[in-house]
């Protein structure tokens, strides 16, 4: 029976390889799957560039997040061939090569667009020395802060959490919240801004990363005392309902007039300052987010395109890869779209681009270029198990935040799933 | 008498009230999605009374440049094309297990309910391999084929309670004087069952149309079903609540005018299934 | 007489043939389409097949072993139940009340039932979207209206019964036409001079209802909730929208955890148990409501 089983099931899986090329398209055409942001719809809007430089048609497929996330994961497993190029965020990469699902693009690339890129982002794509993927995409976290209702309250803008904490005692009426900042349960909601208050204070998710010790320490003194900051600030100086916003409700509270503070990514921060969408903007500044006895650690958030290792066409799915992250292709998007968060360097010297973002504030490009020196590449952890650590670790944090369990409870409980996940 | 008329009267305002309170539940959705259909996107988070005049048809025009139409039109062919099938095969099924004389038919009745409600998050992995086995991925006969899944258990099973409304001696009758199966079938039994019939394939054409975790799993960009292309408007760091609002317009409006004409058929047939 | 017999014989094992025959199509359309997913289903249960950590074939009962001590798990099982017995009970009164109360409604205003049918109408994608809108302080209306008098609506999503409450109201605002369809067609059935017998003989409207009148829906009400039990077991588009499981994994109902096993976790096999555990409650439940109809069948 067990036998039966497994040569039925084993059959029928490998039985989809021979077949995995029944989607064939013409050897002049590639299917390209990416999920919604402003590079990304900026991309399919030139599709026929690409096809009028190379004479290869790109189906250009942009879909939501959490279609793309469902689809991914069938179709690499069935090996379908029906993608050869893939939306790959820097979180997922360690998880894509682990289960085999990427193929290095090390010597497709050439040394002359792999030049241009930011050394940050692109390293975050170096596996065991070899190229997974090339960014087009890096959002650091930063801050809005309301310089009148600062004015008013007359305080400055905070340095530290510690800051942010009497700042936003002050600045807090019945009418008026101070700070906003993701909270809905997820390794890109809340684990994309809580890392940024535990590292303020010296916490870490694993013993010593760097070191190889990836003995979980999620539960120490540091990441309680960062927790208990993180769940005050947005219960005490948040607007209602604060303990599930994410990006969406803090970019509403923001250009509502709701908050003082908003700590998000340059994608948010960016339509918070721009006087087209916020009647606030002329009062509003921008400064990197807070730190704390260790340091200031901005969130960071890379992400870049890939080809599956099922991809039937890689040669055209690497000249497509080229093509969109080259200086020219990007300087277009940025002029289309909102797009300050580029990685390939020289669009940065590209003058059109420059006025237009330095149009909407003048201090945006700067601050952003500032946090990203002071980002660390590993910021939310490199490793094929994070995904799923950071969905555990971001559940319970959000639990915390709305008194189902205690801070103490919720890193222990964090501490727990991390143990079950990677096996210890 | 005079009480007896004061509390004929209370129990009536009571009533209205109770009937005007579940109308507002019923409705206010409605005529929250009108209102931020037609907002313009600066006013999006303003209450309506503080900007009323903040409307625009720009929503509307926006989402016929997009994916969605296609979508639309993707959902439209293939809910109908496995109600159509579904219909094909169910309708027959249905009237022969009603009326053959066969043991086991407690078991058949169990597994077309079965089939119809069990959940399917256990199905896609198996069905996606089968379907990328044999290319079905992003085909509508793919879509088509696991819509069916759904349909057509819901038909023969409902089918079968309608023809057993129709009584057995017409049938008998019929055969006697010599009439083909086929014949009996047509002529007597289909115009009988026809509230049954029509019930049975708008509910199906709902479950098909309906759909987001098969459309989820086995389409592409080719066949990617409205459902499915509704939650493309939330993207990486914006939520487009306004073409939203507008797509979900377009989804319920195709099947307003079924359940209009429809409900008549839905209570018919339904009255024969739960009489006790 | 025996030739007669025989003729008749030979005719009825036509027929009885011919009933056979138009069965056929949907015999090999369910076991095409449905049967193979199904055994793949329990095959995948009893393997280890695992996206990520990399698979042996080897079979066994370890993943319902893996059951029996999941803390996440119960949880679910519990969120289910929440859901399901408040929605269903939500469904069932409010669909009955408005079917009573369509039913005193005349003339031209019966139109009006349309507008109690709508929700019914609704993808519940789309259901899970406009509540989700309804539910979020920022944009929704509700809040705006109750600001104005001064009064703060508390946030539903970032508690776990307010999660619950929220993902209820949408789940019965969709469904409860569909009770009110059944019941509206059992009241139909139902002759009016029952109750008016039991007026004359001086019983109250209350008693009547009581004693005459439910009794007479209790079929349709019991057919109602079982049906909308089973659908209630499924719960995904509402809770993959609104609530993505949160807060924290307050709304992680069964259904929805073998997703994320399956899809977030990687852990195929895992999740294809917890699935199969599914489609058994499914078949126990489906099992009563088949011999409930029976009566109805044959």
Redesign the interface.
């Known amino acids: 029976m067990k036998h039966l089983l497994s040569t039925a099931l084993a059959a029928s899986i490998a039985l989809s390889t021979p077949f995995a090329t029944t989607s064939v398209h013409a050897a002049d055409e590639i299917n390209v799957l990416m999920f919604g942001m402003p590079f990304t719809n900026g991309l399919r809007d030139l599709a026929d560039d690409f096809e009028a430089e190379t004479g290869i048609k790109a189906n250009i497929d942009v879909v939501g997040q959490d279609v793309f996330e469902s689809r991914i994961a069938l179709s690499f497993t069935g090996g379908t061939g029906d993608i050869d190029v893939v939306h790959t965020p820097v979180i997922q990469v360690q998880r894509w090569i682990q289960a085999g699902w990427l193929q290095p693009l090390t010597d497709q690339v050439s040394e002359e667009t792999t030049s241009d890129i930011l050394a940050g982002p692109l390293g975050a794509y170096t596996v065991d020395g070899e190229q997974w993927a090339l960014p087009f995409f890096a959002g650091v976290g930063l801050m809005s802060y309301r310089k009148d209702l600062l004015e008013a309250a007359g305080a400055e803008v905070p340095e530290t959490w510690e800051d942010m904490l009497s700042v936003a005692e002050k600045i807090t009426t019945k009418d008026q919240a101070a700070i906003a900042m993701r909270a809905a349960p997820g390794q890109g909601f809340n684990m994309f801004i809580f890392p940024m208050v535990m590292r303020a204070y010296g916490g870490t998710f694993f013993t010593d990363y760097e070191g190889g010790d990836f003995t979980p320490s999620i539960n120490s003194p540091e990441n309680l005392e960062a927790l208990n900051v993180y769940v005050k600030l947005i219960n005490d100086y948040g607007p209602a309902g604060a303990g599930n916003f994410n990006f969406a409700e803090v970019n509403a509270a923001a250009q509502n007039g709701q908050i003082a503070f908003a700590v998000e990514g340059t994608g948010i921060i960016s339509q918070i300052v721009d006087p087209a969408n916020s009647r606030f903007a002329d009062v509003t500044g921008i400064a990197l987010p807070p730190g704390g006895p260790a340091g200031r650690s901005p969130a960071i958030g890379v992400h870049g395109m890939g080809i599956p290792a099922s991809a039937t066409n890689s040669d055209a799915a690497a000249q497509f890869i080229e093509w969109a992250v080259s200086a020219e292709t990007v300087s277009k998007i940025a002029l289309a779209q909102s797009f300050p968060d580029f990685t390939t360097a020289s669009v940065a010297d590209n003058p059109e681009v420059v006025a237009k973002y330095a149009s909407i504030h003048p201090d945006f490009l700067s601050t952003r270029v500032a946090a990203l020196d002071l980002a660390i590449g590993h910021y939310r952890p490199l490793i094929p198990e994070w995904p799923t650590l950071g969905q555990a670790i971001g559940e319970s944090v959000n639990a915390a935040i709305n008194g189902l369990i205690s801070p103490e409870e919720a890193l222990e409980q964090a501490e727990a799933d991390m143990r079950d996940i990677l096996g210890q | 008498m005079i009480d007896n008329s004061r509390q004929f009267h209370n129990r009536r305002r009571f009533g209205l009230a109770m009937m005007i309170t579940l109308l507002v539940f019923a409705a206010l959705p409605t005529v929250w999605v009108l209102v931020l259909s037609f907002r313009a996107p600066v006013a999006i988070f303003e209450p309506i009374w503080e900007s009323p005049t903040a409307l625009t048809l720009q929503n509307f025009y926006k989402i016929t440049r997009s994916d969605f139409p296609a979508a639309l039109l993707n959902s439209f062919i293939t809910a109908g094309l496995s109600t159509t099938f579904a219909m094909l095969v169910g309708v027959p099924a249905g009237f022969a297990l009603a009326k053959a004389r066969l043991s086991g038919k407690f078991i058949a009745s169990w597994v077309l309910l079965l089939l119809r409600m069990a959940p399917p998050v256990g199905f896609v992995i198996p069905l996606f391999l089968l379907y990328a086995n044999s290319g079905l991925i992003d085909t509508y006969l793919g879509l088509v084929f696991a819509y069916m899944t759904l349909t057509l258990p819901l038909v023969t099973w409902s089918m079968w309670n309608s023809f057993a409304q129709v009584p057995d001696e017409l049938i008998e009758a019929a055969i006697m004087d010599d009439a083909s199966l086929a014949k009996a079938f047509f002529l007597i039994a289909l115009p009988a069952a026809r509230p049954g019939a029509v019930a049975a394939a708008i509910l199906a054409f709902l479950v098909a149309w309906n759909d987001f975790f098969y459309a989820l799993i086995i389409t592409r960009s080719g066949t990617t079903t409205a459902p499915v292309a509704v939650m493309n408007f939330i993207s990486y760091d914006s939520v487009d609540w306004a073409s939203i609002a507008v797509a979900s317009i377009a989804l319920t409006l195709p099947i307003l005018p079924l359940m209009a004409l429809a409900n008549r058929y839905i209570v018919q047939s339904l009255s024969g299934a739960v009489k006790g | 007489m025996t030739a007669q017999a025989q003729l008749r014989k030979g ?1 009825t094992y036509q ?2 043939r ?3 025959l ?2 056929v ?3 090999l ?2 076991a095409i ?2 049967i ?6 329990f ?5 280890d ?1 695992h ?2 950590r990399g698979t042996n ?4 009962f370890h993943n319902f072993a893996k059951m029996l001590a999941d803390k996440r798990l119960m949880n679910s099982i519990y969120v289910m139940a929440a859901l399901s017995v408040l929605g269903v009970a939500a469904q069932v009164l ?1 669909g009955s ?2 079917a009573v ?1 369509l039913q ?1 409604i005349t003339g031209r205003w019966r139109v009006g ?14 259901v899970a ?3 989700l ?2 539910f ?4 929704s ?1 509700i ?3 109750f ?2 008098f001064g009064i ?4 539903m ?4 019964w307010g999660a619950i409450f929220a993902i209820v109201v949408a789940d019965t ?1 969709t469904n409860f036409p569909f009770a009110m ?2 019941i ?3 009241l ?2 139902i002759s009016p001079d029952l109750e008016e017998a039991a007026a004359i003989d001086g019983a109250s ?1 209350i008693r009547t209802f009581i004693h005459i009148t439910l009794p ?1 829906l ?3 009400l019991l ?1 109602v909730t079982l049906f909308r039990f ?2 209630s ?2 719960h ?2 509402m809770i ?2 609104m609530t ?7 709304t992680q109902a069964t ?1 929805f955890y ?2 994320v096993q ?5 852990n ?1 096999a895992y ?2 148990a ?3 555990m ?2 058994l409650m ?2 126990l ?3 009563y ?3 409930l ?6």
């Open positions: 005719a027929l009885q011919g009933y056979r138009m069965m199509p949907a015999l359309a369910v389409f449905a193979v997913p199904l055994a793949g289903m095959a995948l249960s009893f393997s097949y996206l990520i074939w080897e079979f066994g409010i009340a408005v109360g005193k039932r349309i507008l109690f049918l709508l929700p019914y109408a609704v993808p519940h994608v789309a979207l406009i509540w809108s309804l979020t302080p920022t944009l209306p809040n705006a209206f600001d104005v703060t609506v508390p946030a999503l970032t508690s776990q605002w369809l059944i509206m067609a059992a139909q059935g409207r007479l209790a079929p349709a057919m089973i659908d077991l499924k995904f588009p993959f929208v993505k499981g949160g807060p924290g994994r307050s259904n073998a997703y399956t899809f977030q976790s990687s195929v999740g294809a917890i699935a199969v599914l489609f499914a078949a439940i489906s099992f409501v088949a011999k109809n029976q009566r109805v069948t044959s």
